[in-house]
């Protein structure tokens, strides 16, 4: 499939892109050679393939994701530079 500086200048202007004619129609030229790739890919049988979900079969190695308390306040407000005793003492910002 070939597409046009046209229809680039087109995508570009949809896009709010500022295109040079230069760059319209680089852009075109690998648009086209990206759709005729896919215009190839297309063309293979993949009727007696089964789709799949994921192509590597794996249990996730992340954690739960459970609550639980790991630090006491004070050992967290030991490191701050200013604490009320309660809470991080931080500069206002308006």
Do not use: C, W
């Not at 570009?12 to 075109?28: G, H, P, S, Y």
């Not at 590597?56 to 009320?84: F, I, M, S, W």
Request: net charge negative; glycine share 6%; charged share 35%.
């Amino acid at each position: 499939m070939k597409i046009s500086p046209e229809e680039v200048a087109k995508i570009a202007r949809l896009a709010r892109l500022d295109l040079d004619q230069d760059k319209v129609e680089l852009f075109a030229g690998q648009l086209g050679d990206i759709l005729a790739y896919m215009d190839k890919l297309g063309e293979l049988d993949t009727e007696a393939v089964e789709p799949l979900y994921s192509p590597v079969r794996h249990t996730t190695v992340l954690r739960r994701d459970e609550v639980g308390k790991d630090y006491r306040r004070e050992e967290v407000l030991a490191n701050a530079p200013e604490q009320d005793g309660q809470f991080f003492i931080v500069p206002r910002i308006v």
